[in-house]
């Protein structure tokens, strides 16, 4: 249980930034168009757009297609009412998630004003911001969550290896008495431990990927931010957790005993 709650932070760390990257790149601007544009000037503006460092991908809409969407939302057609098409030409860009903050958005702004015939350029600015100061503070408290966390784990495992080493602390004073060197004592309780914490980590693994693909079938495009490298670094991360914890917990409480006289071993 302690490894899978370790791999849970690891998820969440590591998920926090794709879940970063994929707001702001969800993040539009729209770009409206003059109604007197031809396809020609049209074609021309998105290839050139499409070639910016700071566009993710773009989507053209045009006046028909505007429309439509228009009377799917409203229900009814406005060229009824006014007897022509009201809205005009439109393209939506994504943009790549370093360029999604204030500082980088003024200076896109000023990029898009130099094409021609582009009348208009809207984007949610106080959402952006709004997104941008939520995720910093969800990454600190991860990021704290992470450290106490690690910390608890820690001593959990570590309290739970040193109750079953001072269970065999007469025998650990015993060896040292036929003249066993501490590396030759130290051995038996590493590799046993070793191997509790492999079949932990295993078994964690098991537990972690199961919730995966719970969520995955409730929620399809979750592996957009629960990438499978960051499953793979998770997996990895809660085996190395299992084995070194365990290792480094192990030899500590062998050698804490290992130091002790006779007499001190009956006193704790």
């Not at 809409?61 to 406005?78: V, W, Y």
């Not at 009824?80 to 200076?107: C, H, Q, T």
């Not at 932990?200 to 693994?205: F, K, L, P, R, T």
Request: proline letters at 2%.
């Amino acid at each position: 249980m302690v490894l899978v709650l370790l791999g849970m932070v690891v998820l969440s760390v590591l998920t926090a930034h794709n879940l970063s990257n994929y707001v702001k790149e969800n993040f539009v601007i729209t770009l409206t168009l003059e109604d007197d544009m031809t396809q020609p000037e049209t074609t021309q503006l998105t290839k050139s757009l499409q070639s910016k460092e700071f566009v993710r991908q773009l989507q053209f809409i045009s006046k028909e297609e505007a429309l439509k969407e228009q009377i799917k939302a409203m229900g009814s057609d406005p060229t009824e009412f006014i007897g022509a098409n009201p809205f005009m030409a439109s393209v939506e860009l994504y943009l790549k998630s370093e360029y999604a903050n204030s500082d980088s958005l003024r200076w896109v702004q000023k990029a898009l004003k130099r094409y021609p015939k582009v009348s208009e350029i809207t984007y949610q600015r106080d959402l952006m911001d709004s997104v941008n100061t939520n995720l910093q503070r969800i990454n600190i408290v991860l990021l704290v969550l992470a450290l106490l966390l690690t910390g608890v784990s820690f001593t959990l495992i570590n309290n739970t290896v040193r109750l079953g080493v001072y269970a065999r602390r007469f025998n650990i004073h015993t060896m040292k008495l036929v003249g066993a060197s501490w590396g030759f004592i130290r051995k038996p309780f590493i590799r046993q431990s070793m191997l509790v914490g492999v079949v932990a980590a295993i078994i964690a693994d098991l537990v972690l990927a199961g919730a995966l693909y719970a969520l995955y079938t409730y929620q399809e495009n979750m592996l957009n931010i629960v990438t499978w490298e960051v499953m793979a670094i998770a997996g990895v991360a809660v085996f190395a957790f299992g084995l070194f914890i365990t290792w480094i917990c192990t030899y500590i409480s062998v050698n804490k005993f290992l130091k002790m006289k006779a007499g001190q071993l009956y006193k704790i």
